[in-house]
């Protein structure tokens, strides 16, 4: 258990280190303590992942990267070694400035514009480039 922090479970399971990456939460000036659970048993979705942060609770912004990689995973704000506030990630009607359009040929890919998506479907997972008009599923997506 932690004392203060943040719990992301229900994490899709393989994907804890890509949240974990996208979070930047083992670049060294950030210095988090971070643990992570793998293939860990679930009775709604069968296996999942689990990334506990101590110290830290996400941004918006954050949120929005995990709702992207693990769009029903569940958020617990921990205070105390009790839980503060517990939700759902929602998926963000729009995406800006860290995902990566997979069309090369856009002029996000070749100039200095920040990105910018909007949300199709969430399920299956689908966004829309505002750009080129290039609509990506999940697997297409990659964070900036």
Known sequence: ???AGTVIDHITNGKSLEAINVLKLLDQKNKAIVTAGFNLKSNKYGLKDVVK???KELSKEELNKIALLAPKAT???IRNHKVHNKY???LPKIIEGFVKCSNPKCIT???QIKTKFFLVKKEPLQIRCDYCERTM???DIVSL
């Open 1 to 3: 258990t932690i004392k």
């Open 53 to 55: 942060i101590e110290d």
């Open 75 to 77: 958020i617990n704000i």
């Open 88 to 90: 759902k990630v929602e």
């Open 109 to 111: 890919n070749n100039e």
């Open 137 to 139: 599923q999940s697997s």
